[in-house]
């Protein structure tokens, strides 16, 4: 009998559903996301060990390695659960000197997804978001022309479903035009709020919303808060960020990075972190 997922799941379409706590294949790579890991043998445990603990999301890309991640998820846990998920991204490449460079080029974006598909043993990716050149700070910017190829790559059954990385709202109300939109995926966390209106509107329309960086940029008196409301409810800090996001909205899924098998246990476990109202109210001036 399987692992029931861990926080449950969120039905996006009849044929996806993803667990809310996923678990992100970033850091799997080399330093830097790129190259071969420090450690295979406990990358592989890692993608082994998400399985058994119930995660049906994976997030990766090719650019990761570039190559080198995708190509371990297939070593680890091919042939594939019939209910796993991989959400992937593409829209950047990595040349030798491991920089990141925005290729939304139309033959760059269709190599692209032939690339997820050849690494990770695919007939059809599951979601392939389409990162923007924003991280931080989404823009206006057009996403037209490169989300209609992704469109096309749909039509012709090599993408199951499509989504964004790194947009504004008005950006996803013109990819909403082109084709459906399944996922956003964005910068977002406790310390960084500017993204509370685009959560909500996602969860009014049925997207996950799937922050990046989920345990990054608290300055230390916003990590001294964190860490108080972590030891009064005998959790790690890790745990009560992640938490956090979960009970923020439903329409939040998690995808924690991690190279360590005990620590994606330790992130997995947030999803039995109860935030009182006290904590959340104490939490929520971390964002000021």
Same mark, same amino acid.
């Given at each position: ?58 997030? %990766? ?11 371990? !998820? ?11 998920? !991989?959400? %992937? ?42 990162? %923007? %050149? ?36 008005? @950006?996803?109300?013109?990819? /909403? ?16 709020? @500017? ?11 049925? !997207? ?13 008196? /916003?990590?001294?808060v964190l860490d108080r409301v972590a ?6 800090? /890790? @745990? ?6 979960? @009970? ?37 001036? !971390?964002?000021?």
């Amino acid at each position: 009998m399987s692992t029931p997922p861990p926080g449950g799941t969120l039905a996006l379409a009849p044929d996806l559903s993803l667990s809310r706590m996923g678990y992100g294949a970033m850091q799997l790579a080399g330093p830097g996301v790129f190259g071969p890991p420090n450690d295979r043998d406990e990358a592989i445990a890692v993608l082994r060990a998400a399985i058994e603990v119930g995660v049906t999301h994976i997030d %990766t890309s090719d650019y990761y390695g570039p190559g080198t991640v995708n190509e371990l !998820i297939r070593e680890a846990l091919h042939p594939y659960p019939d209910d796993l998920r !991989i959400v %992937t991204k593409v829209g950047a490449r990595r040349p030798a000197d491991g920089s990141w460079v925005p290729a939304l080029a139309r033959e760059e974006l269709i190599s692209a997804v032939h690339e997820n598909l050849e690494h990770l043993g695919l007939d059809a990716l599951d979601v392939v978001n389409l990162r %923007t %050149t924003a991280f931080d700070t989404p823009t206006d910017d057009s996403l037209a022309e490169p989300f209609s190829v992704l469109a096309e790559l749909r039509e012709a059954g090599l993408i199951r479903h499509l989504g964004l990385s790194g947009v504004g709202s008005a @950006q996803l109300t013109e990819a /909403q035009s082109i084709a459906p939109v399944v996922t956003v995926q964005n910068l977002y966390n406790l310390a960084n709020r @500017q993204g509370d209106e685009l959560v909500d509107r996602c969860a009014r329309e049925g !997207i996950a919303f799937a922050p990046f960086f989920p345990l990054g940029g608290f300055t230390p008196v /916003q990590s001294d808060v964190l860490d108080r409301v972590a030891a009064r409810l005998e959790a790690s800090a /890790q @745990q009560v960020a992640l938490a956090w996001l979960l @009970q923020r909205s439903p329409a939040i899924v998690l995808i924690p990075g991690t190279s360590s098998v005990a620590h994606l246990r330790e992130n997995v476990a947030a999803v039995s972190v109860v935030l009182p109202p006290d904590a959340l109210e104490e939490l929520n001036t !971390i964002a000021g």
